[in-house]
């Protein structure tokens, strides 16, 4: 995939789709551009959006998942959209041991509307921890190359932070596994949400 400028648009064949998921603008924003990205990839049957530019969610024509990313100069505070539209698949939440103020209130808010959320945590090549928080974190491969990855025992502190809220997950099985297969949380809440969906088009036609 590198240079990544020559392999612009990346987009899998029907045939290699099959009967695949496929998730679109992973690593860019289907928010930007959207009526020339939902055309582009109207032709997989099974498909789902990622924004974070938490605006007319309701303009897509199939699932979307919406990021929450941590505190920056410009995002002070958590995206609460309101009203929730039927075709949010779930919230992910790029997920720090220093934020933790701000996944409480996405959780809080987002939970009690009965919407899932996916935290994710984040990985970082040489800076960015911020200071006092390194020994959250240790440095190692992870998916192909080494990063600063949450250490198992941070992970299982802020996941304890959210236990017996049947609506929080995290993005890999654990700690250690980040790849998909291992996961589910994509697959397991577009088919909710397709579901939801279909009913609330039956009920108002």
Not at 159 to 171: D, I, L, P, S
């Amino acid at each position: 995939m590198e240079p990544l400028a020559k392999n612009l648009p990346n987009m899998p064949s029907l045939k290699e789709a099959g009967d695949c998921v496929v998730r679109v603008n992973d690593g860019n924003d289907s928010n930007n551009q959207r009526e020339l990205v939902m055309a582009a990839v109207r032709q997989y049957p099974m498909r789902f959006y990622n924004t974070s530019i938490p605006q007319r969610l309701e303009k897509f024509d199939a699932p979307v998942v919406l990021t929450i990313n941590p505190k920056t100069k410009t995002n002070k505070s958590v995206v609460l959209i309101d009203p929730i539209p039927s075709n949010l698949m779930f919230v992910r939440v790029r997920t720090n041991t220093w934020n933790l103020h701000l996944v409480d209130q996405a959780v809080d808010y987002y939970s009690s509307r009965e919407v899932p959320i996916v935290l994710t945590f984040m990985a970082y090549y040489k800076t960015g921890i911020k200071a006092g928080y390194k020994a959250d974190y240790i440095y190692r491969q992870r998916t192909l190359n080494p990063y600063w990855v949450i250490a198992a025992e941070s992970w299982e502190r802020v996941m304890a932070r959210y236990k017996g809220n049947k609506w929080v997950y995290a993005c890999g099985k654990n700690a250690d596994s980040f790849a998909c297969s291992r996961c589910g949380n994509c697959l397991r809440e577009y088919f909710h949400t397709v579901q939801k969906m279909k009913l609330l088009q039956i009920k108002q036609s």
